[in-house]
């Protein structure tokens, strides 16, 4: 059974930096891509950064050049890190599991985490 746990949301000021943590747990052959996506109430999930097993991270015009993400491929798991943060960043971030191939599957399915809350306000 395929599971994400994240970890690392709570409350920060305006400026400050936060690192989200996302673990996935299961007997796995391979990740296509993890990535992270934020929600905020009465709105549509966005895509915030994207990460491959090989090319250049993608990322949301909005945190470019303050979000960074990585991938330990070995321990299935990916980091946000996020500096310079903004009231604006306030949302739920769930971490994205892409094409996960599990060991006698044929095809890849997709996994999501239950969200960890990231608030910024002073």
């Known amino acids: 059974q395929v599971q994400l746990v994240e970890s690392g949301g709570g409350l920060v000021q305006p400026g400050g930096s936060l690192r989200l943590s996302c673990v996935v747990s299961?007997?796995?052959?391979?990740?296509?891509?993890m990535a992270w996506h934020r929600q905020v109430p009465g709105k549509q999930r966005e895509l915030v950064a994207i990460?491959?097993?090989?090319?250049?991270?993608i990322y949301a015009d909005s945190v470019k050049g303050r979000f960074t993400i990585s991938r330990v491929n070995v321990k299935n798991t990916a980091v946000l890190q996020m500096a310079d943060l903004k009231p604006e960043d306030t949302a739920v971030y769930y971490c994205?599991?892409?094409?996960?191939?599990?060991?006698?599957?044929?095809?890849?399915?997709?996994?999501w985490g239950e969200g960890t809350p990231v608030t910024v306000s002073a």
């Open positions: 994205n599991a892409r094409h996960v191939l599990t060991p006698g599957s044929s095809f890849g399915r997709d996994y």
């Open positions: 299961g007997t796995i052959a391979s990740i296509q891509a």
């Open positions: 990460a491959s097993r090989a090319g250049t991270p």
